[in-house]
């Protein structure tokens, strides 16, 4: 059979004959499987539902920029029930078809089982299409047939995730899939320490990844100008920030970013001020390039976190930068702009070139609104360089995707050529990723936001009320805890948590060397993991503080 003539969506969805007409030619579902594959050349394919091994409807769609499921371009009403030859349906195909039909009247289309390993097994694999489209799982119960014809609109793609993508109570095992967290320690452990979070991606986010890999070809890629204008518009609508598209310098991760700034900019024997309790591979830059790092810690009020003016202003006086973070990592300070006009005038005062890490600036508790330094004033953002991502907020670390905004030309070209041979392309995944993160992916982080914000508040009301010693404010922003421990008398809290109860925290040694009596834990979790990680800690320090113990 040959549909080289249907070329547009209503020559398909509106002559129902044409389809009915090919039904003697598909007797059968083996007969139906090779039509399928000579039209998938054609950029067509066709849909089938089936009543045991007899084709008793059609359905077509047409191919659209090498998508397995470009455009639905019609669908007749069929109801017809599992032939019992396989477990398996079409999930993500059926779940758009569902969602679409429903939309017109509650009409539905249910696919036979058979029919859809048949597709997987002879069609998608064989080709090399993706695999990763037809994952199977969901049957819906047969419902009256409907006569008439369902016209069904546009689909603007065809891979559509599970609905476990937005239900944050799942515990995704992530064990064998190479993640570094869930690697360091061994199998009983509870990793709560990599500042990943353990929840799906968003589902417009794993769309786009696998309408990106419906594409055979895996070349090196650039950001696109939609990217770039995303972005801008991004930081207009969330910040009142105005950039430009030039002004963003793409990079695979925010750390080759900062080291990067810190090249151009300084020579060896400059001053770098750092504010301590602060990422680890923020304290350590400096030292990669002979610089002088100067410490100008936080210190913690009955309120929270704060830093000394007087001390900072010291500092910054011998110095030539400032590496600054936020939202802090690890407390989840998140700077007031009162607060950083004061840094921000000091660095104008001595020159100061600030580097600053605001790569958790989505992920902001109690209807506060992430500053960034360089939106202050026109001085800041000519001195500042600007770190941020897409990986924090919308989990999407290991895609390698990062961006600097760099408003002074010069030093923008001289960050440029810095790359010296050891910070090459952006991941071609990671682009889509962060386009379709900051396009489409809104609402799904409003919930994450809600959802953290909650394990935050059940956090410090478990702890108030059943581990006392271990003190912490709760975080304005990121999904991260800093827990103080000293009142417990343990030598080294992250050894001991590791081995009495087997929870693998973030050592607080990582984050300056005075702070070995904290730990810091990453909340980014279900709450079931959340509360396996409390209980754990509860008995181990209950056994520790037991009359007798060692």
């Known amino acids: 059979?040959?549909?080289?003539?249907?070329?547009?969506?209503?020559?398909?969805?509106?002559?129902?004959?044409?389809?009915?007409?090919?039904?003697?030619?598909?007797?059968?579902v083996s007969a139906y499987c090779d039509l399928v594959e000579s039209q998938m050349r054609q950029g067509y394919s066709l849909l089938a539902a089936t009543e045991g091994d007899q084709v008793v409807g059609l359905a077509g769609y047409r191919h659209q920029q090498n998508l397995v499921y470009g455009r639905f371009t019609y669908v007749d009403d069929l109801v017809v029930?599992?032939?019992?030859?396989?477990?398996?349906?079409?999930?993500?195909?059926?779940?758009?078809?569902?969602?679409?039909?429903?939309s017109q009247g509650s009409?539905?289309?249910?696919?036979?089982?058979?029919?859809?390993?048949?597709?997987?097994?002879?069609?998608?694999?064989?080709?090399?299409?993706?695999?990763?489209?037809?994952?199977?799982?969901?049957?819906?119960?047969?419902?009256?047939?409907?006569?008439?014809?369902?016209?069904?609109?546009?689909?603007?793609?065809?891979?559509?995730?599970?609905?476990?993508?937005?239900?944050?109570?799942?515990?995704?095992?992530?064990s064998g899939t190479g993640s570094t967290k869930w690697s360091r320690y061994q199998a009983d452990v509870l990793p709560m320490w990599l500042a990943d979070m353990d929840f799906a991606a968003p589902p417009e986010v794993l769309r786009a990844v696998q309408t990106r890999l419906a594409h055979p070809v895996l070349g090196y890629a650039i950001p696109r100008d939609d990217l770039r204008s995303q972005i801008v518009n991004d930081m207009k609508r969330k910040f009142d920030w105005q950039i430009l598209p030039e002004d963003i310098v793409f990079l695979p991760g925010v750390m080759p970013g900062v080291n990067m700034a810190l090249k151009a900019h300084l020579t060896p024997g400059d001053g770098v001020v750092v504010q301590p309790p602060v990422y680890g591979p923020m304290l350590s830059a400096p030292g990669h390039w002979n610089l002088e790092r100067r410490l100008s810690p936080l210190f913690a009020t009955g309120e929270g976190w704060?830093?000394?003016?007087?001390?900072?202003?010291?500092?910054?006086?011998?110095?030539?930068?400032?590496?600054?973070?936020?939202?802090?990592?690890?407390?989840?300070?998140?700077?007031?702009?009162?607060?950083?006009?004061?840094?921000s005038q000091l660095c104008h005062k001595h020159d100061i070139l600030v580097i600053s890490n605001e790569s958790h600036c989505d992920l902001v508790f109690d209807g506060r609104r992430h500053v960034p330094m360089a939106s202050l004033s026109e001085d800041a953002a000519q001195r500042t360089v600007t770190m941020m991502s897409a990986s924090?907020?919308?989990?999407?670390?290991?895609?390698?995707?990062?961006?600097?905004?760099?408003?002074?030309?010069?030093?923008?070209?001289?960050?440029?050529?810095?790359?010296?041979?050891?910070?090459?392309?952006?991941?071609?995944?990671?682009?889509?990723?962060?386009?379709?993160?900051?396009?489409?992916?809104?609402?799904?982080?409003?919930?994450?936001?809600?959802?953290?914000?909650?394990?935050?508040?059940?956090?410090?009301?478990?702890?108030?009320?059943?581990?006392?010693?271990?003190?912490?404010?709760?975080?304005?922003?990121?999904?991260?805890?800093?827990?103080?421990?000293?009142?417990?008398?343990?030598?080294?809290?992250?050894?001991?948590?590791?081995?009495?109860?087997?929870?693998?925290?973030?050592?607080?040694?990582?984050?300056?060397?005075?702070?070995?009596?904290?730990?810091?834990?990453?909340?980014?979790?279900?709450?079931a993991t959340l509360d396996t990680c409390l209980d754990r800690l509860e008995q181990a320090i209950h056994a520790h503080e037991a009359p007798g113990a060692p």
């Not at 059979?1 to 059968?28: C, G, K, Q, W, Y």
């Not at 704060?306 to 500092?315: I, W």
Request: net charge positive; proline share 4%; hydrophobic share 45%.
């Open 107 to 174: 009409r539905r289309l249910v696919l036979d089982t058979g029919l859809a390993n048949a597709l997987a097994q002879r069609f998608y694999f064989r080709n090399g299409m993706l695999a990763a489209a037809m994952h199977f799982s969901e049957i819906l119960p047969s419902a009256p047939a409907v006569s008439s014809v369902v016209d069904l609109p546009e689909a603007t793609s065809g891979y559509h995730p599970p609905d476990t993508a937005t239900n944050f109570d799942i515990v995704h095992d992530r």
């Open 306 to 343: 704060s830093f000394d003016e007087a001390a900072l202003e010291a500092e910054l006086s011998r110095s030539r930068a400032l590496l600054f973070c936020n939202p802090q990592n690890p407390t989840g300070k998140v700077f007031s702009r009162n607060e950083l006009e004061v840094v």
């Open 81 to 102: 029930h599992d032939s019992s030859r396989g477990r398996n349906i079409g999930k993500t195909l059926l779940k758009e078809l569902r969602r679409l039909a429903t």
């Open 1 to 28: 059979m040959n549909l080289s003539h249907l070329t547009t969506r209503d020559e398909i969805a509106t002559s129902f004959a044409v389809m009915t007409s090919l039904r003697p030619h598909l007797e059968n």
């Open 392 to 527: 924090k907020a919308y989990n999407i670390a290991g895609l390698k995707t990062a961006f600097a905004i760099v408003q002074n030309n010069q030093l923008r070209i001289a960050i440029e050529s810095s790359r010296l041979g050891m910070v090459d392309s952006v991941n071609a995944f990671g682009l889509e990723a962060t386009l379709a993160a900051f396009a489409g992916a809104e609402r799904w982080k409003t919930e994450m936001l809600a959802y953290l914000q909650a394990n935050r508040d059940h956090l410090a009301e478990t702890l108030i009320r059943r581990l006392p010693k271990v003190r912490f404010f709760r975080p304005e922003g990121t999904f991260l805890a800093w827990l103080d421990c000293s009142q417990l008398g343990l030598a080294d809290p992250h050894a001991f948590f590791l081995k009495n109860a087997k929870v693998g925290f973030s050592a607080g040694a990582e984050f300056g060397d005075v702070y070995r009596q904290h730990v810091r834990l990453n909340f980014g979790c279900s709450r």
